[in-house]
């Protein structure tokens, strides 16, 4: 039974990796895509916004990469402060186990 | 009700934004609790909201970056987050993951990405959910035996014991993970890690999914641990896959911060909800969450190659998806309620009882 298991497991892992070097090997000659936001519908911030992301992905990856955790923390430290006026003990766990 | 959707700068399309902080809500607290991104429920979940499939995995990713930061932080105070083992397992994930992304552009280029996340979603699901529930069974075997024979079952001699094995291999540097209480060789982690980020960046997801199972059966991470590592990993993984994803030009920043707006309030609650369950509980809600999920993809793979059918097996696979997201979190808010409740009333008798002593 467990020795089924195990080819089972082998058999499918093997198909997980060998799957996308066939497709690699019927791809032939394949253009990138490239996506383009319509700056023309749009004012303010969100002119700006997708201007940048035309003009410049690198800078557009910085501010996405900034924005994400700055923004995670100040949601988190607002959350964290809601949260510890319930008035439970959120410095340690009482269930401990494997 | 217009002011019920939002235009997506980039993606162009109109989205209805409660939408998205549900969807926030929802895996944050099941991400918070199961120590996982929740890509996997995140990624239909935006494709069913609108999002073409290509962008849906980017702003996932950035999302899940976020709330996975928030996850760990409160993790962190419960002693649940082993830096120096997620540190050692970065290195691994990102190689991993930029291999896997690579492949993925690639497969987007000739046409075949959405078969091929869906074909490797169901392969990879099924295998968790075997190992999962092999290992819940295993372990309440191993009970029966223990009170048949009178003998105690420790808590640690659990089901499935494959990190045993692994931890036999001693190619040096051999290393100690304090807060898992685990020695092994540095290179099992490293290796663990590339292979899961590979896994992780072909299916456009953060690999919590992978990984924590894989922290748990391969390496002899104690389940709590897992979780908050898995997380502190997933925040750092997230960035990068955010990052390079970003790069290509497919994330939706403005969905990500809405979303997060929701998951902040519920990796809160999913996070704090793991004080209140025992470890081999975690993993059976995990199970049950990998078996609704695979299939709903399974649903959607189906619907793919029947025109007469699709619509029909679309609707059920999205019912079935927030079906799944709305019972998990809610299962984890009850624990939640519960837990806190039982908590605050023993502490009003402790301060009872010291008043009275007085």
Redesign the interface.
């Given at each position: 039974m467990l020795g089924s298991?195990r080819f089972l497991?082998r058999r499918?892992a093997l198909?997980?990796a060998a799957?996308?070097y066939q497709?690699?090997a019927?791809?032939?000659k394949?253009?990138?895509?490239?996506?383009v936001?319509?700056s023309r519908?749009?004012h303010g911030w969100?002119a700006w916004?997708?201007n940048l992301?035309n003009d410049s992905?690198?800078m557009?990856?910085v501010?996405?990469?900034v924005?994400?955790?700055v923004?995670?923390?100040i949601?988190?430290l607002?959350?964290?402060f809601?949260?510890a006026r319930?008035?439970?003990?959120?410095?340690?766990?009482?269930?401990?186990?494997? | 009700m217009d002011w019920l959707y939002v235009t997506m700068p980039i993606a162009g399309v109109e989205i209805f934004w409660p939408g998205l902080l549900i969807l926030g809500l929802g895996v944050g607290i099941i991400g918070g609790f199961f120590g996982m991104g929740g890509a996997w429920m995140v990624t239909p979940g935006l494709n069913i909201l609108g999002f073409p499939m290509a962008f849906a995995i980017g702003t996932d990713i950035a999302h899940m970056a976020g709330k996975s930061l928030i996850s760990t932080m409160r993790h962190s105070k419960f002693g649940n987050v082993d830096y120096r083992l997620g540190v050692i397992m970065i290195a691994g994930t990102v190689g991993g993951f930029e291999l896997g992304a690579q492949m993925i552009m690639w497969l987007e280029r000739i046409g075949h990405v959405d078969l091929f996340v869906r074909v490797g979603y169901l392969i990879l699901l099924g295998l968790i959910a075997w190992l999962v529930f092999a290992d819940v069974l295993q372990k309440r075997r191993k009970e029966r035996e223990a009170r048949a024979t009178g003998k105690l079952q420790p808590d640690a001699a659990g089901g499935i014991q494959w990190h045993k094995t692994f931890h036999k291999l001693r190619i040096p540097p051999i290393v100690h993970f304090k807060a898992a209480g685990i020695r092994c060789s540095m290179w099992l982690p490293v290796i663990v890690s590339f292979f899961t980020g590979w896994l992780a960046g072909i299916l456009g997801i953060g690999g919590g999914l992978i990984r924590m199972p894989s922290l748990i059966y391969l390496i002899g991470v104690p389940t709590h641990v897992a979780v908050g590592t898995d997380l502190f990993e997933v925040a750092i993984s997230g960035l990068y896959g955010a990052a390079s994803y970003t790069y290509k030009g497919r994330t939706e920043l403005v969905a990500a911060i809405i979303m997060l707006v929701g998951a902040s309030v519920g990796a809160q609650i999913g996070s704090v909800a793991t004080k209140y369950v025992r470890g081999y509980g975690i993993r059976l809600f995990f199970g049950v969450a990998v078996v609704g999920c695979g299939v709903s993809v399974a649903l959607k793979l189906i619907g793919s190659f029947s025109s007469t059918w699709r619509g029909l097996l679309d609707a059920a696979a999205t019912v079935l998806i927030l079906g799944l997201v709305v019972a998990l979190s809610g299962f984890i808010v009850l624990r939640f309620v519960r837990g806190a409740r039982d908590e605050l009333r023993m502490k009003r008798q402790r301060e009872a009882a010291i008043l009275s002593q007085r």
């Amino acid at each position: 039974m467990l020795g089924s298991h195990r080819f089972l497991i082998r058999r499918a892992a093997l198909a997980l990796a060998a799957f996308p070097y066939q497709l690699l090997a019927a791809a032939g000659k394949a253009e990138p895509i490239v996506f383009v936001a319509d700056s023309r519908r749009y004012h303010g911030w969100q002119a700006w916004f997708t201007n940048l992301y035309n003009d410049s992905l690198l800078m557009f990856t910085v501010v996405t990469v900034v924005t994400i955790p700055v923004v995670g923390v100040i949601l988190g430290l607002l959350t964290d402060f809601l949260m510890a006026r319930i008035g439970i003990n959120l410095r340690s766990r009482t269930v401990a186990e494997h | 009700m217009d002011w019920l959707y939002v235009t997506m700068p980039i993606a162009g399309v109109e989205i209805f934004w409660p939408g998205l902080l549900i969807l926030g809500l929802g895996v944050g607290i099941i991400g918070g609790f199961f120590g996982m991104g929740g890509a996997w429920m995140v990624t239909p979940g935006l494709n069913i909201l609108g999002f073409p499939m290509a962008f849906a995995i980017g702003t996932d990713i950035a999302h899940m970056a976020g709330k996975s930061l928030i996850s760990t932080m409160r993790h962190s105070k419960f002693g649940n987050v082993d830096y120096r083992l997620g540190v050692i397992m970065i290195a691994g994930t990102v190689g991993g993951f930029e291999l896997g992304a690579q492949m993925i552009m690639w497969l987007e280029r000739i046409g075949h990405v959405d078969l091929f996340v869906r074909v490797g979603y169901l392969i990879l699901l099924g295998l968790i959910a075997w190992l999962v529930f092999a290992d819940v069974l295993q372990k309440r075997r191993k009970e029966r035996e223990a009170r048949a024979t009178g003998k105690l079952q420790p808590d640690a001699a659990g089901g499935i014991q494959w990190h045993k094995t692994f931890h036999k291999l001693r190619i040096p540097p051999i290393v100690h993970f304090k807060a898992a209480g685990i020695r092994c060789s540095m290179w099992l982690p490293v290796i663990v890690s590339f292979f899961t980020g590979w896994l992780a960046g072909i299916l456009g997801i953060g690999g919590g999914l992978i990984r924590m199972p894989s922290l748990i059966y391969l390496i002899g991470v104690p389940t709590h641990v897992a979780v908050g590592t898995d997380l502190f990993e997933v925040a750092i993984s997230g960035l990068y896959g955010a990052a390079s994803y970003t790069y290509k030009g497919r994330t939706e920043l403005v969905a990500a911060i809405i979303m997060l707006v929701g998951a902040s309030v519920g990796a809160q609650i999913g996070s704090v909800a793991t004080k209140y369950v025992r470890g081999y509980g975690i993993r059976l809600f995990f199970g049950v969450a990998v078996v609704g999920c695979g299939v709903s993809v399974a649903l959607k793979l189906i619907g793919s190659f029947s025109s007469t059918w699709r619509g029909l097996l679309d609707a059920a696979a999205t019912v079935l998806i927030l079906g799944l997201v709305v019972a998990l979190s809610g299962f984890i808010v009850l624990r939640f309620v519960r837990g806190a409740r039982d908590e605050l009333r023993m502490k009003r008798q402790r301060e009872a009882a010291i008043l009275s002593q007085r």
